[in-house]
């Protein structure tokens, strides 16, 4: 009797233990959006690096080694999913290790984006990034179950309710900005508010934007409230490329869940409205390449990048072999020796993923990530149609939507604007290991 009772009684600790794991990584989850807000970006007690999000993300790492974090796979989807991670993980190690020496010159030519000393510049740039890709694993190991999915969905949404709620407050305070339409001032807003560019914030709404339309077709009409102030957050920050990025999103997963009625009427109403009422957002999008010139040409349309970012940058790397094998290790454009000389524009990335990736990395495993984003997305794509499901199809054009997004901004390796991709890849993964399971069972 004792011996059952004690038993009995582990066994609700262990429960209770597990729960409690699970309701900190949600809370985690839910923070990633606010990591920098004036008053969270402090450092506590004046020790570098102990601030709150931090402090929370230790407690999920500290959960998810102690629950048997190296406990081997349960099944093949995730050994494989494992082991693309780990090379990911390995190749963005190695990057990282190659940048360390450069911390001084980082800092030299932005002072303002690195800190001075290696042990900050290992803080932000290798260990937070780190994190970022925690949810990953944690979701593959500990949140299998379709509910437990559809929960952490909903976490990302009321997340972002809450960040454009804010956004939005933000903005009707200081409605100079918005007056304005001058993306420096909005830039300085999101810097002064929540420690990001804009375009960072845009990225998380790339990232996320079909999660808050499935809610309103599947779930509840309310939904169309947090769905509704994402789209005024969007079009105040000014980002033209999360708005046009968001719209094809939201185009395709209509096509994909076959809802052709509200696509035909969802396109007739932004007609209407972009005709009556054109804000900075929109004016901004449709002069993209008629600005300051009667021609037109690709670098206009891409506000420069081709001429000041792109073309230098690949002459510079394809004029040395060991430049063009194995790049200049994490933020290699910085590193470039055209930095003085007026033909680059001055940015911690190349504006293009695959070119930035290029820069840090190589031509070798530029080769690898190539084939692998390419082979990833047919392996998604038949696993969707497989699947049928509105929660996969959602998360599919999550990620679909950001890989468009790569052509003019964005990153591969781990950033804050792209951190929910991680466990919205890890949330699709499971869905096709639930399939996989139940036909085996069957």
Known sequence: MNYNSGVLHHRTFAHLGSQSGRYVFLIFVFMLP??????????LFGVQGLKPFNLLSAAVLAYFVFQGALSRPTDKIEQRSIRIFLLYFAIFTIALLRSIPNAPLFHSRLPDVFQESYLDYILSSCIVPALYVLPFLFILKHMCSFQELERITTVICLSILLLSAALLIVVLMNPSVLLSGSRYEMADLCETYFGVHYNTIGTIYICIAP??????????ALWIVPLGLSLAAVLVVQSRSALVTIAVSYCLILILMRRFVIL???????????LLWTGPTINALLSIGFEDSSDFSADA???????????????????DIGLFLFGAGRYGMITSQLWYTGALIQATHAHNAIIDFFLDCGAIFTGVLIIFLFVGVAIAWQVGRRLN??????????????????????????????????????????????RHLGAFRG
Not at 264 to 274: K, R, Y
Not at 303 to 309: C, E, L, M, Q, S
């Open 211 to 220: 999660l808050l339309l499935y809610k309103v077709l599947t779930r509840n």
């Open 301 to 319: 349309l891409l506000t420069g990048r081709v001429d000041f970012i792109w073309v230098p940058l690949l002459n510079e790397w394809t004029s």
């Open 34 to 43: 606010f990591q920098r807000v004036i008053f969270l970006r402090e450092n």
């Open 389 to 434: 499901s509105d929660l996969y199809w959602a998360l599919f054009t999550c990620v679909f939507g950001y890989g468009i997004g790569m052509m003019t901004e964005r990153e591969i390796f781990p950033t804050i604007a792209n951190m929910y991709l991680f466990p919205i890849i890890a949330m699709m993964i499971n869905l096709a290991r639930l």
């Open 264 to 274: 035909i009427l969802g396109a007739a109403v932004v007609g209407i409205t972009a």
